[in-house]
């Protein structure tokens, strides 16, 4: 079965951190980026942060460089987003992707509030 799941998503104050994992099955995990994307209420949802295949090439969205960090392990079926610096508009549901496979998780929600 071909799936990624999302974990760590949860409530943190602005200013906050959290580090969002995507655990991979199914699929040859090392082939291709990964991505994570975010869509928050009412708004389309957006690449935040793509990662390639060996880690050399990572791209992040304007809205969150310098503050968020893709990484991933191959050999654990891992990538994961590290939030730093977290702002109210980083609240959205956070899906990882495998754009080689074109499989999506399921989400996980983030929200940041006082």
């Known amino acids: 079965q071909v799936q990624l799941v999302e974990s760590g998503g949860g409530l943190v104050q602005p200013g906050g951190s959290l580090t969002l994992s995507c655990a991979g099955s199914?699929?040859?995990?090392?082939?291709?980026?990964m991505s994570w994307h975010r869509q928050a209420p009412g708004k389309e949802r957006e690449m935040v942060a793509q990662?390639?295949?060996?880690?050399?090439?990572?791209n992040y969205a304007e809205s969150v460089k310098g503050r968020f960090t893709i990484s991933r392990d191959n050999a654990r079926n891992m990538v994961y987003l590290q939030m730093n610096s977290l702002q109210a508009e980083d609240t959205a549901v956070y899906y990882c992707k495998a754009d080689y496979w074109g499989v999506w998780g399921q989400g996980t929600q983030v929200t940041v509030s006082s």
């Open positions: 990662i390639s295949s060996t880690s050399t090439v990572t």
């Open positions: 199914g699929i040859r995990f090392s082939i291709g980026g």
